[in-house]
Each structure stands twice: as C-alpha cells, then as structure tokens.
C-alpha cells in the first residue's frame, strides 16, 4: 500500500513518474509523426497537441523549439523502423512481405525527414550527426530483410541495403511540392522489381 502524504494524497514512486512521463513523451512523438507525414514539419503545434491529447504547453515543456521536437521525431522514427523489422521478420510468414511493410515505414519517416534541413536552418553539423545515426541504424535492418528474402528464394540476390533505401529516398523526394505525386507508388514498382519470376 501506497504511503499517503499530509495531505492525505498518496504519493507515487518515482521510477513511476518518470515511466509515466516517458509513455506520454512516445505518445506525443508518434502523434507529431503521423501529423508531420500528413501536414509537414511546418503543421501547426494544435493540430499535434490535439492529436496527442495533451495541451501545446506540454509539447513546448518537452520540446522548447520546433527544431528540438522535429529532431526528436526523427530519431523516434528511426528507433521505430530499426525495431520494427526484426518484428515484422518473426510476425510475417514471407520475408519479402515483412520488407514491404518495412519500406512502408520507412517511406513515412523519409517524408517527415525531408523538412528536418528546414527546421534545423544552420545546425549542418547537427544535421550530419543525425544522418549518420540514421544510416547506422537503418541500414543493417534492411540488409537483414533483404538477406531473408534471398534466403527464402524470394528476391534476387545483389541488391545492396543503402543503394534501395537510397533509391527509395529519391523516390520520396517532390512529395512536398506536388500533391500529385504519389512516391508510394513507384515504390512498389522498384520492390516489385526485386522479386523473382
């Protein structure tokens, strides 16, 4: 039992607070995210606060500037797609269908980063830093899902993890400015060009 305080308030453990607090962090980001995939990092505070079910002084508490929550976005993605394959690899019965689901992911966190130069202005270094993170992160997960595919005779062998996440990032790349291109599409034509006859 719980010991209650003076004011006859029972306290709560700290080791609890502070996991509540970091649930509450993970809600707000993957609500920042989907708002960002939909609105661009540019999309109004309220619409993500209203998203995340919490007020926008709890968005600036945790993330003073637009810049710190894009970044925190960013790497809450990247954490999320790194996680998510080894996941879908155990969940999926094909490996070629858990990198379908993999690229999917993908293809929304490469929108959202597409504004993270943007948000960030001069921070070059930053940028850099939060690059290199994303590729030591992302691209042995890839190459995972590719290394399984090929191993269930599903894919043809050869292709490279950074070369198709490379790929698949040019191909996201006008979203923002043309409402009707649809990167989705031609990404599935190049992951169907990766399987075998």
Not at 49 to 60: N, W
Not at 68 to 81: G, I, K, N, P, T
Not at 169 to 188: E, F, M, W
Request: hydrophobic residues 45%.
């Amino acid at each position: 039992m719980n010991p209650a305080d003076k004011s006859g308030e029972v306290s709560v453990p700290a080791r609890s607070r502070r996991a509540d607090a970091q649930r509450n962090q993970q809600t707000l980001l993957t609500a920042a995210a989907a708002v960002f995939v939909t609105s661009g990092v540019d999309a109004p505070i309220r619409e993500i606060a209203a998203r995340a079910g919490v007020g926008m002084g709890t968005i600036y508490r945790h993330f003073p500037t637009r810049a710190d929550l894009v970044v925190a976005v960013y790497r809450h993605q990247v954490e999320a797609c790194a996680e998510a394959g080894p996941t879908l690899l155990a969940a999926t019965g094909s490996p070629l269908a858990a990198l379908v689901q993999w690229v999917d992911l993908f293809v929304d966190f490469l929108v959202t980063k597409h504004g993270l130069a943007n948000a960030m202005q001069s921070d070059t270094s930053g940028f850099d830093a939060l690059h290199a993170y994303f590729l030591d992160r992302l691209v042995p997960v890839c190459g995972q899902l590719l290394d399984a595919a090929v191993n269930a005779g599903e894919i043809r062998p050869g292709t490279r993890p950074y070369e198709l996440m490379r790929g698949i990032g040019n191909l996201c790349i006008g979203h923002d400015s043309d409402t009707r291109y649809d990167p989705r599409r031609l990404v599935a034509l190049l992951l169907q060009g990766l399987a075998k006859d």
